[in-house]
């Protein structure tokens, strides 16, 4: 599903320049939990962009399901990661004054998809994560718990086989992050490939395999 | 997706009412200065050129003056002077001459009953009505048999007409020309006149049928005469024919400079059209410098909501937004709040020139305020210039910050 190989990644600033990723290579099949571990710096969040098609690597080949990605346009990676890859962050990253429900219906506008579809389509996300009653409010008016359910649902909105989660459970209390966790882990069996960044190595047990990161490189 | 559009645009709008209100002044002024300018330059330009009209219209005046060349054996100084029949045989000579008067000129004393005034009297034919625009309120102009019979009949200016008559009916009443009696055949109708030549405007004289004129006084040789072309765009060669013929019949150079004095009101009227073009558009860049700013203003502010909503585009480029989207989101805002404003500029301005019209007018009519500065209206040219103006910079006031939101670097915008 994901064939990353001698990726790196150059940062310049001025004079300096700052290897941030030196040779990546690392597969993650189709259907696998993976967690990306590291201390700070150690490239993961360099990483988790170049492979949820935000970020273009310096060098180095990628190919995410079958397509070769590396050099695509700006715009050309738009679809792909519009239609392959849900993004969780972990501050939500939720639009301030729309609705959970046009929260959700964002990336099936963005992929053109017609009203009738979207209508159909929130209102199953809503079912989904529970909170078809709470459609019509804002985020600020949602528990911490309740943003992440609404940006879960919008991140599966095109039902896209890749979902990416940096640090999911990081802003949550424990309860509602083991509600987080109880999803993915269902969207998993399910069969959907997760990437997820975690700080947490209790959080990271419960994936299948762990990717360590250390100053740019894999370690194991 | 276009209802989704106005959605988001009016909550946007109305979730900060002072800057919103404050970002729409800027263009609801600006598109209201450019709409009055617009529109004020216009009537003036119309109305000046209105007022020159009355002097007539399309037609060239040309006086007799005197050599100054040497030509045949006369040294130069010699007076050049036309009979009114040697202008009237012009036509069959010359052509492309649609209407043709000789003209005498001469200050006599008018009276009836006791009143009495030393007014300009002019003797004419009756191409002349036409050329000048001497059109009768009341009555008739003199017409080919007043010219036949010689006839004493006078057709009078409407100002002479009160100032002689009050108001009471002039026509078929009889005056005194120099003590001589004439009878009063027509009154001109009211017109407003900026030029004129040879003695007072046409409001204050009297015309007379030159025939009449030439026997009564003993004129010989005409004060001037005016001539229209068919065609006004060849004012310039038929004048040169003329002048061709008249230096071989009077003796003069053809070369002659100034032999014969030409006042081309068409030539005139190109400048003075040229001129006033100049001034709308003089009027229309301040208007525009003035919708500038407001343009700048919606720039500015919309450069501030996009450095807001950074992480709101980060977001959304995240779930697969293009860089177009984005451009076209902020663009078409900026847009909308434009033309939003435009609209209200125009609705302002439009209520403003209705009241205008409203108004009492100040002054006698056509000849006070509106008679100079005309009614201000908006007109297809006010219109589509205002609209090409607003959009000009809108679209530049909206690319610039949409371009900018575009631009915005995904992770970076997350990371905030």
């Known amino acids: 599903m994901i064939e990353l190989d001698g990726i790196t990644k150059v940062y310049r600033t001025g004079s300096q320049s700052l290897e941030a990723l030196r040779g990546i290579s690392l597969g993650i099949g189709k259907g696998e939990f993976v967690s990306i571990m590291g201390p700070s710096g150690s490239g993961k969040s360099t990483l988790m962009n170049i492979v949820g098609c935000l970020d273009t690597p310096t060098s180095g080949s990628y190919v995410l399901d079958g397509d070769k990605v590396a050099g695509l346009t700006f715009d050309e990676l738009a679809a792909v990661r519009g239609r392959k890859i849900g993004f969780v962050f972990q501050n939500f990253n939720l639009l301030p004054y729309a609705t959970a429900w046009e929260n959700i219906e964002l990336p099936l506008l963005f992929d053109g998809k017609n009203g009738r579809r979207r209508r159909e389509r929130v209102s199953e996300l809503l079912n989904a994560v529970g909170l078809y009653d709470w459609r019509d409010h804002r985020p600020t008016e949602l528990s911490g718990g309740q943003q992440q359910r609404i940006a879960l649902a919008r991140a599966l909105a095109n039902d896209p086989p890749i979902l990416l989660a940096d640090e999911p459970t990081g802003n949550l209390d424990s309860r509602s992050g083991e509600e987080i966790m109880a999803i993915l882990i269902d969207l998993w069996r399910g069969g959907r490939t997760i990437v997820m960044v975690t700080h947490n190595d209790h959080i990271a047990a419960r994936s299948e395999r762990v990717i360590r990161l250390f100053d740019g490189q894999v370690v194991d | ?416």
């Open chain 2, 1 to 416: 997706m276009i209802a989704i559009f106005f959605r988001n645009f009016f909550r946007d709008l109305v979730r900060q009412p002072l800057r919103t209100a404050l970002t729409l002044s800027g263009v609801v002024w600006g598109t209201f200065s450019v709409v009055l300018l617009l529109a004020f330059g216009d009537s003036v330009s119309k109305a000046q050129i209105k007022r020159f009209h009355g002097m007539g219209q399309g037609i060239v005046l040309v006086f007799p003056a005197r050599t100054t060349l040497p030509w045949q054996g006369f040294l130069r100084g010699k007076a050049v002077r036309i009979t009114p029949e040697e202008v009237e045989s012009i036509p069959g000579k010359v052509p492309g001459i649609e209407l043709i008067s000789p003209e005498f000129v001469g200050s006599r004393l008018i009276r009836f009953g006791r009143r009495e005034y030393r007014n300009t009297v002019r003797g004419v034919n009756p191409q002349f009505e036409l050329m000048r625009n001497t059109i009768a309120a009341r009555g008739r102009f003199l017409d080919p048999e007043d010219m036949a019979g010689r006839k004493r009949v006078c057709f009078i200016g409407n100002v002479l007409a009160s100032d002689l008559f009050g108001t009471d009916e002039p026509v078929g009443r009889t005056i005194l020309v120099d003590s001589v009696p004439f009878t009063v055949i027509g009154v001109m109708m009211t017109k407003l006149q900026s030029s004129n030549y040879n003695g007072q405007r046409d409001e204050r004289c009297a015309f007379i049928p030159w025939t009449t004129y030439a026997s009564l006084y003993g004129s010989k040789y005409v004060s001037n005469f005016i001539f229209r072309p068919i065609d006004a765009s060849r004012s310039k060669a038929a004048m040169e024919d003329i002048k061709g013929l008249l230096a071989k019949l009077l003796g003069f150079s053809p070369a002659d400079p100034d032999a014969l004095g030409v006042w081309d009101t068409l030539e005139f009227e190109k400048q003075f059209t040229t001129f006033f073009l100049a001034f709308t558009i003089f009027l229309g860049v301040i208007g525009t410098f003035t919708l500038l700013v407001g343009g700048v203003g919606v720039a500015s502010i919309m450069r501030v909501v996009v450095d807001e909503r950074t992480r709101e585009i980060g977001v959304k480029l995240a779930v697969g937004a293009r860089r177009r989207t984005i451009l076209w989101q902020f663009f078409s805002e900026s847009l909308a709040i434009m033309l939003l404003g435009g609209l209200a500029g125009f609705g302002l301005a439009a209520a403003v020139l209705q009241a205008l019209r409203a108004l009492p007018q100040s002054g006698s009519g056509d000849l006070g305020f509106t008679g100079f500065v005309g009614l201000p209206v908006l007109n297809p040219l006010v219109v589509v210039s205002t609209i090409f103006i607003l959009l000009v910079i809108g679209v530049a006031a909206g690319l610039i910050p949409a371009r900018t939101a575009a631009s915005t670097d995904p992770i970076e915008a997350l990371r905030k």
